[in-house]
């Protein structure tokens, strides 16, 4: 593999990090850099080096026609003291399945890999280590060649920045409202909805500020061909637990498929639930409810682990659940998780890497 170019930069402040962080708002020294030109054979020099402005044409294809993927996880200290990471190979095995999709060149998975571990070692005081905190970590691929012809780009960026984060509910896991949504799409099947692009979320932007308005923190989605069948939160897979059985949308092209939802449902699984994977029609969830068998329902996902979900409101319906206290399995899971991830619990699974 070949060698990174490192060019180390002194640490911009030593001052603490502010109490409450606000999410992606803070970035750390360093970033890490490879270039793609089509004539140069492939993905070159990969390299570390001061986090500072790109310079980009504004032609870039990016600017245009939204050439564009990412992923999120993060860099944990753990109690030990280790800097640990979240089956980081999850993440790039997903981003090379976003560039396929977007016809950008697939990385180097050992690189990728080695790129993210290098870069969080250089940046590793940036890791807060108080609970609930980490760093979290945003690799991403655009396309930078200066042309308006529509075809792929001929040179790209893979790009990786940290950015130091708080716990995703500062007062407490707290349970979130949250709007079905019949009135916009997120993804329709065989097209980007499995991707991590970003075009997906600049669709999804305009029914997220009509919930807000409402006063519900995000959208439920419901498949774009019949508006019957749930399909994810935000940038959350959903379950909901009934009195038998955990279930979670089937991944039928137009969901994302989370690596948070992939642990969830082993974890399900090695406790004994009944776990399925299938499609759930939001009429199932209403009739659930009314007949008292809808136990509670969770989002997972990187961000906020586990979100507990306090209501749920479909046109005139609203479903309440508990504003204060998060459902029995979401708050298992999301100690289970948390506890794997900052080193309370046995790694059992090996899904911890070690950044070192
Ligand atoms: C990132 C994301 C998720 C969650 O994926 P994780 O790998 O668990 O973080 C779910 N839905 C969407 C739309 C996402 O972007």
Same mark, same amino acid.
């Given at each position: 593999m070949e060698d990174f170019l490192i060019e180390k930069v002194e640490r911009k402040s030593k001052v603490e990090l502010p109490e409450n962080i606000v999410f992606g708002k803070i970035f750390t020294d360093h970033i890490f850099e490879m270039e793609y030109e089509a004539s140069k054979d492939g993905w070159q020099k990969p390299t570390i080096k001061k986090f500072e402005n790109l310079s980009i044409s504004p032609a870039a294809m990016v600017f245009h026609y939204g050439q564009a993927i990412f992923e999120g996880l993060k860099a944990y200290k753990q109690v030990n003291g280790r800097i640990a990471l979240f089956r980081p190979e999850e993440n790039v095995k997903r981003l090379n399945r976003s560039a396929k999709r977007l016809c950008i060149p697939e990385v180097d998975s050992q690189l990728a890999l080695k790129a993210i571990i290098e870069l969080v070692k250089i940046d *590793?005081?940036?890791? $807060?280590? *108080? $609970?609930?905190y980490s760093l979290y970590i945003r690799p991403f691929i655009i396309a930078t060649e200066p042309c308006f012809g529509v075809r792929p780009s001929e040179s790209y960026k893979f790009i990786i920045i940290l950015s130091p984060v708080g716990p995703y509910y500062p007062e407490g896991f707290l349970p979130v409202p949250i709007m079905v949504t019949d009135k916009y799409v997120r993804a329709i099947r065989k097209g980007t909805g499995d991707c991590k692009a970003a075009g997906n979320y600049a669709a999804g932007l305009i029914a997220q500020v009509e919930a807000k308005k409402e006063g519900y923190s995000q959208v439920l989605w419901l498949d774009a061909v019949e508006q019957k069948y749930i399909e994810e939160v935000g940038a959350m897979n959903i379950f909901v637990r009934f009195k038998d059985e955990v279930a979670t949308p089937a991944l039928t092209g137009s969901i994302l498929p989370g690596i948070t939802r992939m642990s969830v449902i082993q974890l399900l699984k090695d406790w004994g639930y009944n776990v399925s994977e299938r499609p759930i029609s939001i009429q199932e969830v209403i009739e659930a409810y009314e007949k008292g068998e809808l136990i509670e329902i969770f989002g997972t996902g990187t961000a906020a682990v586990i979100s507990a979900i306090s209501k749920l409101k479909y046109n005139e319906k609203v479903l309440h659940f508990s504003d204060t206290t998060p459902g029995e399995l979401a708050l298992k899971l999301y100690d289970e998780l948390t506890g794997i991830q900052y080193g309370k619990i046995e790694d059992r699974y090996g899904w911890i890497t070690y950044v070192e």
């Amino acid at each position: 593999m070949e060698d990174f170019l490192i060019e180390k930069v002194e640490r911009k402040s030593k001052v603490e990090l502010p109490e409450n962080i606000v999410f992606g708002k803070i970035f750390t020294d360093h970033i890490f850099e490879m270039e793609y030109e089509a004539s140069k054979d492939g993905w070159q020099k990969p390299t570390i080096k001061k986090f500072e402005n790109l310079s980009i044409s504004p032609a870039a294809m990016v600017f245009h026609y939204g050439q564009a993927i990412f992923e999120g996880l993060k860099a944990y200290k753990q109690v030990n003291g280790r800097i640990a990471l979240f089956r980081p190979e999850e993440n790039v095995k997903r981003l090379n399945r976003s560039a396929k999709r977007l016809c950008i060149p697939e990385v180097d998975s050992q690189l990728a890999l080695k790129a993210i571990i290098e870069l969080v070692k250089i940046d *590793k005081e940036w890791i $807060p280590s *108080k $609970p609930g905190y980490s760093l979290y970590i945003r690799p991403f691929i655009i396309a930078t060649e200066p042309c308006f012809g529509v075809r792929p780009s001929e040179s790209y960026k893979f790009i990786i920045i940290l950015s130091p984060v708080g716990p995703y509910y500062p007062e407490g896991f707290l349970p979130v409202p949250i709007m079905v949504t019949d009135k916009y799409v997120r993804a329709i099947r065989k097209g980007t909805g499995d991707c991590k692009a970003a075009g997906n979320y600049a669709a999804g932007l305009i029914a997220q500020v009509e919930a807000k308005k409402e006063g519900y923190s995000q959208v439920l989605w419901l498949d774009a061909v019949e508006q019957k069948y749930i399909e994810e939160v935000g940038a959350m897979n959903i379950f909901v637990r009934f009195k038998d059985e955990v279930a979670t949308p089937a991944l039928t092209g137009s969901i994302l498929p989370g690596i948070t939802r992939m642990s969830v449902i082993q974890l399900l699984k090695d406790w004994g639930y009944n776990v399925s994977e299938r499609p759930i029609s939001i009429q199932e969830v209403i009739e659930a409810y009314e007949k008292g068998e809808l136990i509670e329902i969770f989002g997972t996902g990187t961000a906020a682990v586990i979100s507990a979900i306090s209501k749920l409101k479909y046109n005139e319906k609203v479903l309440h659940f508990s504003d204060t206290t998060p459902g029995e399995l979401a708050l298992k899971l999301y100690d289970e998780l948390t506890g794997i991830q900052y080193g309370k619990i046995e790694d059992r699974y090996g899904w911890i890497t070690y950044v070192e």
